[in-house]
């Protein structure tokens, strides 16, 4: 029960701040601009000409006016729009008209969710292990080389390696695609076919994540685990002929690995508006694509809907990483 | 002479020696535009599509521009953009953190809430959300907006700096004594920030860089004025690729990931100059 108090409950309400915190901005934002954001967007609409459903148009200005019209009281207007939220109702998309936004959004999660995930994953254990041996043996001469390639690769940002992954392959190697999320045409199905296709489509955005999240881990796990070795138990384990792999494995590893999960909440935040640009370089179906679509047509319902959803998935993600921790760190439950 | 000694020190370090050479060579390439031959904001000065020559270094683009000399424009802006979004983020985050380190108690809450609330929002949809609705970001905005975002980190690292200074026996001494709060801070606590605020404020130019890359390659900023991402996002919007131009789309990549690479070593090189315990620090600031 302690743990539950101590553990759960707060970070529980933290949770809970922190959307509110998100949600909040987002519905200020708008309203603190001084232009009125339903005639920006309306004006925008008109300025690129071309054919408007009359019907799209109308429904459209309406939702607007609804969420951002300042015909009623800042308060109901807050109330509404966290009732928007709760009942997952965006209003219609514009230039998908009458789609509803929510159901461009549940598309395109599963293709983020997917890469976001993967990446993540893929990057942290990679890094790890080798960060782990880098900081572990220090004399090696080719660790230290490779050492000295993270250090060149660390800073840049995910969309830049997405750029060069695809100057690199369209020209010098041209064996993956470089667009797309699946070959056109294909149905989307469990068939080897499908799933094969949806596989080499991937390989590239999902290299670019991979390679720098292993990069930014690889750096944190060399410093860990220099730090733990330089501790006594192991001096006290390899003076009593504890095997050299399992001092490695089973105390180095798994004393230096604990910050390490907490990092993998915390960079699940930083990797997604990273990811969102290297979906859109590798014109990659997800939310990152379907966002950069909405804002070239100026729909602003799918911005609003998008935002939303992305803080609350993000926060929800980071928290069922959380909770994840104890079963990792046995004092986190005895506390 | 304190400096050139500090510089001599700091170039030792293999790490801060490679970024400064790099830096050097990115400084030279942005004064270059003093002299160039074309302006960058004109278009079909050169002829179209050319591969690189000697008459052309990196060749020409779609818009008839000379590739070489536009990048320079670019360089010189991205990085003037980044400097002053970088000023203006160190300046908040060393009022944030000293105010609520100082003060503690609810101010300090209320400031941690917020600055906890701005590393686990997504930046990059908030930033997205105002550009939007501002029309196309000028540069000036564009700093404005990506320095009033990017304190947190900073921010919360400087308020658990100045929390141990405060327990220190010299502040209460100084408050026995009746010490101004204001000659406190600035005369006592200022020298132990300091560090703190430099090492942060190059991985903030790096961050700083990055988005506006980001932003312009959406399309929200003002694609007029010679950026790394207008650059990048003028080569991609013309197929640059496709139609195998590819020196267009690889000049502003190459010298953009130079620029990460040399920002990153220096600031590096800093921070293990100032305080080798910094290393955890760094590799886990943004």
Redo the contacts between chains.
């Keep these: 029960m302690r743990f539950v108090r101590r553990y759960l409950v707060p970070r529980l309400i933290q949770y809970v ?2 959307i509110c ?2 949600i909040t ?2 519905f200020f ?2 309203r603190l ?1 001084p ?1 009125d ?1 339903v005639e ?1 967007v309306i004006s ?1 609409l008109e300025a690129q000409g071309g054919y408007l459903d009359p019907a799209a148009l109308e429904e459209t200005i309406l939702t607007l006016r609804e969420t951002y019209g300042l015909e009623e009281g800042l308060f109901k207007q807050y109330i509404s729009f966290w009732g928007r939220l709760f009942t997952l109702d965006f209003g219609p998309s514009l230039f998908m008209f009458p789609v509803p936004v929510f159901d461009l959004i549940r598309t395109a999660l599963p293709w983020t969710a997917g890469l976001l995930f993967v990446s993540l994953l893929l990057g942290w254990t990679i890094g790890n292990i080798l960060g782990g041996l880098t900081g572990y043996f220090r004399q090696s001469r080719i660790l230290k080389i490779f050492d000295g390639m993270v ?2 690769v ?4 995910y ?2 390696m997405a ?2 992954l ?2 690199f392959f ?2 010098l190697l041209p064996i993956f695609p ?1 667009g797309g999320g699946y070959t056109v045409g294909y149905k989307i199905a469990f068939t080897w076919r499908f799933v094969g296709s949806v596989l080499k489509h991937a390989f590239l955005p999902l290299l670019s994540l991979t390679l720098l999240n292993a990069a ?1 881990r690889h ?2 796990m060399r ?1 860990l685990v220099q730090t733990v070795r330089d501790e006594d138990f192991i001096h006290y384990a390899k003076i009593g002929n504890v095997k050299e792999r399992t001092i490695f494995s089973r105390y180095v590893l798994r004393n230096a690995i604990l910050p390490q999960i907490t ?1 993998l909440a915390m960079s699940l ?2 990797i ?3 990811a ?2 290297t979906e ?2 590798f014109s990659y179906p997800g939310i990152g694509h379907l ?2 679509r909405a ?2 047509n ?1 729909d ?1 319902n799918l ?2 809907g ?2 939303t959803i ?2 609350v998935a ?2 929800t993600g ?1 928290l069922v990483i959380d909770f994840l921790y104890p079963l990792f760190d046995p004092r986190i439950r005895l506390k | 002479m304190k400096i050139l000694k500090t510089l001599r020190e700091l170039c030792r370090d293999r790490q801060f020696g490679l970024g400064a050479v790099m830096l050097l060579v990115l400084a030279v390439l942005t004064l270059l535009t003093l002299f160039s031959p074309y302006d960058p904001t004109e278009w079909r000065v050169v002829a179209h599509d050319l591969p690189p020559s000697w008459g052309h270094l990196l060749g020409t683009s779609s818009l008839g521009q000379d590739v070489f000399w536009r990048m320079t424009f670019a360089l010189r802006n991205s990085v003037a953009l980044a400097l002053f979004a970088s000023v203006i983020s160190r300046v908040i985050a060393v009022t944030v953190g000293l105010v609520a380190g100082y003060s503690g108690g609810v101010v300090d809450r209320v400031l941690m809430f917020f600055s906890d609330g701005l590393l686990v929002i997504p930046l990059l949809l908030i930033i997205m959300l105002l550009a939007v609705l501002v029309e196309r970001l000028s540069l000036t905005s564009l700093a404005l907006l990506l320095g009033t975002i990017s304190w947190a980190w900073a921010a919360r690292r400087i308020r658990s700096q100045i929390l141990t200074l405060r327990e220190r026996e010299f502040t209460y001494t100084a408050i026995l004594s009746r010490t101004p709060t204001r000659k406190l801070i600035f005369n006592e606590y200022f020298p132990f920030i300091i560090p703190l605020v430099l090492s942060g404020f190059i991985s903030t130019m790096i961050w700083v860089v990055g988005m506006e890359i980001a932003l312009a390659f959406i399309g929200l900023t003002d694609l007029s004025i010679p950026t790394l991402g207008a650059m990048i996002k003028w080569a991609t919007s013309y197929q640059a690729m496709l139609l195998g131009y590819w020196w267009w789309l690889a000049a502003p990549v190459g010298i953009s990931i130079f620029l990460f690479v040399a920002l990153y070593l220096v600031s590096v090189g800093i921070s293990e100059y100032l305080d080798p315990r910094a290393r955890m620090q760094r590799v886990g600031a943004k």
């Design positions: 701040l922190v915190l998100g901005v987002v934002i708008p601009m232009t954001p920006r925008a250090m060149l660390r800073p840049i940002p969309y830049i750029l060069l695809i100057i369209a020209y470089i930014f750096q944190t410093l990092g935040g930083m997604f508006g990273g969102l640009i859109i370089v966002l950069y804002i070239v100026g602003f911005i609003m998008i935002t992305s803080i993000i926060a980071i």
